[in-house]
């Protein structure tokens, strides 16, 4: 069983960056491909990056290029440096396994507003 703490979240004004972290607890973790996930309001649970156990990373379209995901597997951290953010990207952020695991963390609140 996998255990996961997000942090990093915070109010910040569009155009601004964040990077968000995600600790989590296993051995298992360094074999498992690791996502970045988002909820907005009203709105579905949507899959935004995905970096393998090798470090391998995929993107979604309304992220690529502004979003970057990357692990570090001594530390048990993936992390997910967010740029050129806009109000769009609004949502509580989640880590999780890809495809995820049935537990889910408390996730950290982004909030991209003037």
């Known amino acids: 069983q996998v255990q996961l703490v997000e942090s990093g979240g915070g109010l910040v004004q569009p155009g601004g960056s964040l990077r968000l972290s995600c600790a989590a607890s296993?051995?298992?973790?360094?074999?498992?491909?690791m996502g970045w996930y988002r909820q907005a309001p009203g709105k579905q649970r949507e899959l935004l990056a995905v970096?393998?156990?090798?470090?391998?990373?995929n993107y979604a379209d309304s992220v690529k290029g502004r979003f970057t995901i990357s692990r570090d597997n001594a530390k048990n951290t993936v992390y997910l440096q967010m740029n050129s953010l806009n109000p769009e990207d609004t949502a509580v952020y989640y880590c999780?396994?890809?495809?995820?695991?049935?537990?889910w963390g408390q996730g950290t609140q982004v909030t991209v507003s003037s």
């Open positions: 970096i393998t156990n090798s470090g391998r990373p």
């Open positions: 999780n396994l890809v495809p995820p695991g049935n537990y």
């Open positions: 296993g051995s298992i973790f360094v074999i498992k491909d």
